[in-house]
């Protein structure tokens, strides 16, 4: 039965307080399957299992599939069409409530997220990272544009410093609006999200610095560092110096490499 036939079916209309854009293409929806690196021992944890139309997929390729869905109707209707499969469990809550740490060791995340809540939850992926081996992900263009941009481009900034500080990241294939229902107003990508091994990097200081310095994106950063909270401006100054920064340049130029060193310095001061 197909997406539309199914919420037809159980007088279910899309929900645009919940961002819902159900991914009907059954090309993109396999082609999603045949990019995860599943194994029959694995775990996965689907975001936002809609009517479950992914879910059936994922239940073919491995032992466990939890469906996590914040939508009261849509886990019915998950419960009535999937539930008597053993290998799946389903979740009524909202994935950014969901405690992942002794779920599986080999735990995988997979999901065609709300748009609205991507940049909770990559605040939440980056705190659980040690609790999932990777996380394939169909999100905004633009903001997929955002995660992967590289330094001095216009699209550089905060969101390119976390994501990169703490994954490998790559786009994998770009997803139509036509591939939805109801089509969304903005093409999406298909991306993996991997965690990078023994980074540590104190994400509360690279936060306080990122804030810092892309809020006044526009500025030079001599300008930035007179009114910054961080330190006082002449040791910000020698800081940027000590790591070859020229402070006539804009913060969009900066390297995640050399944000991970400020982080480095500035935890030194604090002890």
Request: glycine content about 4%; aromatic content about 8%.
């Amino acid at each position: 039965m197909q997406v539309k036939e199914i919420l037809a079916k159980y007088n279910i209309k899309p929900r645009r307080r919940l961002g819902q854009n159900f991914l009907v293409s059954q090309k993109y929806l396999r082609k999603i399957v045949e990019y995860l690196p599943l194994t029959p021992q694995d775990t996965v944890l689907e975001i936002g299992a809609g009517v479950g139309n992914l879910t059936e997929l994922l239940l073919e390729k491995t032992s466990r599939v939890i469906a996590v869905e914040l939508d009261r109707g849509l886990i019915s209707v998950l419960a009535e069409l999937l539930g008597q499969n053993k290998k799946l469990e389903i979740l009524h809550r909202d994935f950014l409530k969901v405690d992942i740490k002794n779920i599986s060791a080999s735990l995988k995340i997979v999901g065609n997220p709300p748009y609205y809540f991507a940049s909770r939850l990559i605040e939440k992926l980056i705190t659980d990272r040690a609790y999932f081996s990777c996380a394939y992900l169909s999100l905004q263009r633009e903001y997929v544009e955002r995660m992967l941009a590289v330094p001095g481009s216009k699209k550089y900034g905060r969101l390119s410093v976390f994501t990169q500080s703490f994954f490998e990241c790559e786009e994998l294939f770009k997803i139509p609006r036509s591939a939805f229902y109801p089509p969304p107003d903005v093409d999406s990508v298909f991306i993996s999200l991997i965690p990078k091994k023994n980074i540590n990097i104190d994400s509360n200081i690279l936060e306080a610095i990122t804030r810092d310095f892309f809020s006044k994106r526009r500025k030079k950063l001599s300008s930035i560092i007179k009114n910054s909270k961080l330190s006082i401006p002449s040791e910000m100054e020698r800081m940027l110096k000590s790591l070859d920064i020229d402070i006539n340049h804009r913060p969009e130029v900066i390297p995640v490499e050399k944000f991970h060193k400020m982080v480095e310095i500035l935890k030194g001061k604090e002890r």
